[in-house]
């Protein structure tokens, strides 16, 4: 994920409008594991676990998360549906935590894209989302890095069948849930 993100901004959407005037961007290489895909399937939080490097001029490049979680399609506060990631790292002593949010609205098919690949996300430093601000923007996953990632994707436990058959499962799971906030229920007012 990469985008457009400013130091002294609070807000993502203001983040990205001053990151885009300065040139600043933050970029994340990240890695999603889910260690048990029958649960993460049954659990309404979808948890998972992320880890990977962050680049941000203003801090470093190649920064190693130690610790990192997502949530897909799980709840919100509204009835709909979000994904929400977790990522903390270090740099010279310093601990920041990224977090990002996309939000599902159902109101419309032609924003579902969007919707779905951009990350409205705020750099805290500290080792958590309560610490200050320290940057915000909006990260995007461009349509070549989704299809390379979905294409990465690899079962490992359970019986060479279960792993083999893991990425179909959850391109099915990913494809229903998107159905459902977009497609399978009544539209929410805001």
Not at 56 to 85: C, N, W
Not at 115 to 131: I, K, M, S
């Amino acid at each position: 994920m990469v985008g457009w993100f400013a130091t002294g901004a609070h807000d993502p959407v203001i983040g990205a409008r001053l990151g885009e005037v300065r040139g600043t961007a933050l970029r994340v290489r990240a890695t999603v594991q889910i260690p048990d895909l029958p649960t993460f399937e049954r659990d309404d939080e979808h948890a998972g676990s992320i880890s990977g490097t962050v680049d941000f001029a203003a801090i470093g490049s190649g920064m190693r998360a130690t610790r990192g979680e997502l949530h897909l399609f799980s709840p919100d506060d509204d009835g709909g549906k979000q994904m929400v990631y977790g990522l903390t790292f270090h740099h010279d002593g310093e601990s920041y935590h990224l977090s990002g949010r996309k939000r599902l609205t159902g109101f419309s098919l032609a924003r579902a894209w969007w919707e779905n690949t951009a990350v409205y996300a705020t750099l805290h430093r500290g080792p958590e989302a309560r610490c200050p601000v320290l940057a915000a923007g909006i990260l995007r996953v461009d349509v070549l890095a989704l299809f390379g990632m979905l294409s990465t994707l690899r079962g490992t436990g359970g019986s060479a069948i279960e792993r083999l058959s893991a990425p179909f499962r959850f391109g099915r799971f990913y494809a229903g849930e998107l159905w459902d906030s977009y497609v399978g229920h009544k539209h929410r007012a805001d």
